[in-house]
């Protein structure tokens, strides 16, 4: 099995319009590792879903070259496709009237499953995603949340070395996106070497599922790096709140312990007369020094109520990165209009 | 930028990511997706309502085309209009195929991509998207026989359509009947790749090209009175030969719609009707260069919708 799942180099891709020309992906390299979690995270309109399209065989690059476990996606369409599948969000995907497992049985003859093992495959995924009470319901009566565990089924009809997730739970209510992340995770870890391709503008989904990801804007990747790596990108030093019963010296005497950069009361604190307690932010220069304020503070005879280290998000990275928030980098993905210039 | 490689997977299960596993098994992967295309277009075509719907359809519509045409006839021909009613009858039925198989098979590729937004997932099945869409259109040929079967029946039956079974051209029914369906399915192949190109507002297309198909292949009235240009292109037609065929073989010695006096058949060939072998060589030779052609228009036209990024290209998106 090779040692990558995907490997990009300079992917470009360039759509028409009557207004100009629009660069989805421009020059994109990547390398994903077998059995890696990997997020693209991005905008709308970033070009995550073009890349997408890509790898699963449905869309040419405009140039550059792009490969799936070595196989090349403009050469070895075939082969791709029997080792990979892919699951889109926000739509409401099915034949209406097939029930759910007569959907998922077609999809399974698709795939090139014998009969006998296309209906087990069918009835093992139903039970796995939790739809097994709806089975012999008609598509078209299902819930968006159940019909986007019906998608994932199907994508997992053909046990794909790589599961391509684009925008999984888009339009999905806070339970269901949680429980068809839940079904994601499982399903992967379920065998080593299952690699997932995931694309999502949601930061929180993309920190808690991906090992690695890179930002994507304007159809270039901006930033690469394991969650961790890439909030490290914005923020060097160690941030603490800390909640201390009293403290002796005030915060000053703290702002001179070695490794402390600077000890303030958190805001409000002064004038809270109310309080029993006292809360100071810390910045340390790493985690280390954090060692020493917990001693100093015990010398001092204080106790500690609570501690809580202060994180960056990924949008804190991506504004760092791109200079503006998610919210102001939306542009449509190309319209009806656009075409692509090959 | 080049990404780093993350941590290597360790662990792997050698036989679940088994190579061999890329490599498809041919002609058996081929006819499990024809299968099943069939079976989903039947599904999808006779399971989407109850049954008396689903008479009205697929029944009802070409048996009432065809009494509308045989009251013409009667209060235009007169007397002299009953003779032709083995051929308004024949010509009518059969037109059930032609509207299910030719705008049909176009129709499965907008259904599927505007309305059930599965076209991308077959797609990037291994499936044949060729092979999935043949068989959509012969689930659809199947649903239109019904209406056949039941025009024919009320022309005998009802219309008084003079019918004996024991004069059948058998052989030759046969003949033209496989190659007139693939015929269909070609002429539908070539809809559906033009539909690929275009979006929703082409749902009228398939059923627009049906409609000027209906007027050259000699469906409802003989080719000779049409302009020798047009019926040029009718005689180019392999759908013009299978009906032609199909009257001839259910009703021998009928009127034709191909030849007759002044006819562009007869100063082409020199006499005034085709025989049988003719009808059938015709058949075959059109019919294979239509298939072909279709086939060529539908490969460039799967190869350009990939490149513009059609397939899960939906109206307002």
């Known amino acids: 099995m090779p040692a990558l799942a995907i490997e990009v180099r300079g992917v470009r891709r360039v759509y028409s319009s009557k207004k100009a020309p629009i660069v989805a992906l421009d020059g994109i390299d990547l390398e994903v590792p077998t059995g890696e979690f990997?997020?693209?995270?991005?905008?709308?309109?970033?070009?995550?879903?073009?890349?997408?399209?890509?790898?699963?065989?449905?869309?040419?690059?405009?140039?550059?070259?792009?490969?799936?476990?070595?196989?090349?996606?403009?050469k070895d369409t075939k082969k791709i496709r029997r080792i990979m599948n892919m699951v889109a969000g926000g739509e409401q995907s099915g034949y209406g009237i097939l029930s759910v497992r007569e959907q998922l049985w077609m999809f399974t003859q698709f795939y090139g499953l014998a009969g006998a093992e296309g209906w087990r495959r069918v009835d093992e995924l139903i039970e796995a995603v939790g739809l097994a009470e709806q089975r012999l319901q008609r598509v078209s009566t299902l819930s968006t949340g159940q019909r986007q565990k019906m998608n994932l089924a199907r994508g997992l009809l053909n046990d794909p070395w790589i599961l391509f997730l684009d925008e999984p739970t888009l339009g999905l209510d806070v339970a269901a996106a949680r429980s068809l992340r839940e079904l994601i995770v499982e399903w992967r870890a379920a065998v080593p070497g299952r690699t997932i391709l995931l694309t999502t503008h949601y930061m929180a989904e993309a920190d808690e599922l991906c090992e690695r990801i890179a930002i994507v804007d304007h159809g270039r990747i901006l930033a690469i790096g394991s969650p961790d790596e890439l909030k490290r990108r914005v923020q060097r030093e160690s941030i603490f709140r800390i909640e201390l019963d009293r403290l002796e010296g005030g915060a000053q005497a703290l702002g001179r312990l070695p490794g402390v950069v600077s000890a303030t009361a958190a805001a409000g604190n002064e004038a809270d007369t109310d309080r029993q307690s006292v809360v100071m932010n810390l910045v340390l220069e790493d985690d280390g020094a954090l060692g020493r304020v917990v001693g100093d503070l015990a010398d001092r005879g204080s106790h500690i109520l609570g501690l809580r280290k202060s994180e960056p998000t990924l949008e804190d990275v991506f504004v760092e990165l791109v200079g503006r928030g998610f919210d102001e980098a939306g542009t449509d993905e190309p319209g009806p209009s656009a075409e692509a210039i090959a | 930028m080049t990404a780093m490689a993350g941590p290597a997977a360790t662990g792997i299960d050698g036989a679940r990511f088994d190579p061999s596993r890329t490599e498809g098994r041919g002609l058996a992967d081929t006819l499990r997706s024809f299968k099943v295309a069939v079976l989903l277009?039947?599904?999808?075509?006779?399971?989407?309502?109850?049954?008396?719907?689903?008479?009205?359809?697929?029944?009802?519509?070409?048996?009432?085309?065809?009494?509308?045409?045989?009251?013409?006839?009667?209060?235009?021909?007169?007397?002299?209009?009953?003779?032709?009613?083995?051929?308004?009858?024949?010509?009518s039925a059969l037109w059930a195929f032609v509207l299910n198989g030719v705008a049909g098979l176009a129709w499965s590729v907008l259904e599927d991509r505007e309305r059930y937004r599965v076209l991308k997932y077959v797609y990037v099945s291994p499936a044949d998207f060729l092979t999935v869409l043949v068989g959509r259109g012969v689930a659809r040929i199947g649903v239109g026989l019904a209406g056949v079967v039941i025009t024919l029946m009320v022309g005998v039956i009802a219309l008084g359509v003079p019918f004996d079974i024991g004069r059948v051209d058998w052989p030759m029914l046969v003949a033209v009947s496989a190659l007139g369906l693939a015929s269909i399915i070609g002429l539908g192949l070539l809809m559906a790749g033009v539909c690929i190109q275009t979006r929703q507002e082409s749902w009228s297309y398939p059923e627009a090209f049906a409609g000027a198909l209906f007027l050259v292949t000699g469906a409802v009235f003989p080719l000779v009175v049409l302009p020798a240009p047009v019926q040029i292109v009718g005689l180019l037609t392999p759908l013009t030969w299978w009906i032609a065929g199909t009257r001839q073989a259910l009703f021998p010695g009928g009127p034709g719609s191909v030849g007759g006096p002044g006819s562009a058949f007869a100063s082409t060939f020199g006499h005034p009707d085709p025989s049988a072998g003719e009808i059938v060589l015709a058949l075959l030779v059109t019919g294979t260069v239509v298939t072909l052609a279709a086939v060529a228009v539908f490969r460039l036209s799967d190869r350009r919708a990939k490149r513009t990024g059609l397939y899960d290209r939906t109206t307002g998106s």
């Not at chain 1, 709308?44 to 073009?50: L, R, S, V």
């Not at chain 1, 790898?55 to 196989?71: H, I, K, M, Y």
């Not at chain 2, 277009?41 to 309502?49: D, F, H, Q, S, Y």
């Open chain 2, 41 to 91: 277009g039947w599904k999808l075509e006779a399971n989407w309502t109850d049954p008396f719907l689903f008479f009205i359809y697929s029944v009802a519509k070409p048996l009432s085309s065809a009494l509308i045409l045989v009251v013409m006839l009667e209060v235009i021909g007169g007397p002299a209009g009953k003779a032709f009613r083995p051929f308004v009858i024949v010509g």
């Open chain 1, 38 to 74: 990997f997020g693209l995270l991005g905008p709308n309109g970033a070009g995550k879903t073009t890349l997408i399209k890509i790898l699963t065989t449905l869309l040419s690059p405009s140039s550059g070259t792009a490969s799936v476990f070595g196989f090349d996606v403009e």
